[in-house]
């Protein structure tokens, strides 16, 4: 089916997403015209989930969701070795058992990936930087984080008691799936592929492009800890989920399904 113009698109406002996807935004690749809507990743999901965008990032948790309307791309998303969500407290004697842990959302990889680890505790789902500041209150007993929250938790006198990622791969020896790029199964998926794709390719080639688009959008964030943001989740399975990357979202996906967390939908990746 031909492209619909302008393409709407709905990423976070995170570093790792308008790097990416400056390229494409800007005009800079060949691609379609797009129409972006930022918004917090649980936000994309639920958009996603309401069939509104044309082309969303969302977490790889929400895929079986979505891909009766949805294609996942094999570009453009985020996996990795050591970026996965941490559990942070305020000491590193808090027991879990029973805790209330805020989380960024009961559709996110992190939340999943929590779910997989432990069971028996309570959650409060909360926007992901209001989380660290709840835990240092003690408004909660521990908090899931994603993002750049993995470089700035001590600043908030909070210990990690576990990293979600390292649990991960030390039992299954795969990359994480944390977040995907999907686009409605009805469009020029090749086409759309390719120019995610271009975009994210001229990122990694031209890292100062994006540099002013991606501080618009960083949130006040430092500048070195932007960077460290953009180089660990921007990474070759951006370019590319390869078999590895594939793997891990099955993985994923069907652990969650033999413990009753998600619907069976591995097999339709």
Known sequence: MALTLPLGLAISP?????????????????????????????????????????????????LPELLDHYALLPTGGALGHGVGPL?????????????????????????????LWRKGFQVRVMPFEQIMPAVRDGLVDAGLVIHESRFTFPSYGLVCLQDLGEWWEDETGLPIPLGAIVARRSLD?????????????????????????????????????????????????????????????????????????????????
Do not use: W
């Not at 691609?31 to 639920?46: K, Q, Y």
């Not at 942070?88 to 805020?102: Q, V, Y």
């Open 87 to 115: 559990v942070l407290a305020r000491t590193p004697d808090t027991d879990i058992d029973g805790a209330t842990i805020a989380v960024p959302g009961e559709r996110t990889t992190a939340y999943l990936l929590l779910r």
């Open 14 to 62: 995170c570093p790792n997403d308008t790097f990416a996807f400056s390229a494409l935004i800007h005009g800079d690749v060949p691609g379609p015209p797009v129409e972006v809507t930022f918004a917090d990743i649980d936000v994309c999901n639920s958009l996603a989930v309401a069939r509104t965008p044309d082309v969303v990032k969302v977490s790889y948790a929400a």
């Open 189 to 269: 998926l090749q086409a759309i592929t390719g120019a995610v794709r271009a975009s994210v390719e001229h990122a990694l080639a031209h890292p100062e492009a994006s540099a002013a688009f991606v501080s618009t959008h960083a949130q006040e964030m430092d500048p070195a800890v932007c960077r460290q943001h953009i180089e660990l989740y921007v990474n070759e399975f951006s370019v590319d989920l390869g078999s590895s990357g594939l793997a891990a979202v099955r993985t994923l996906l069907t652990r969650a399904a033999d413990a009753g967390l998600v619907r069976d939908s591995a097999l339709e990746l």
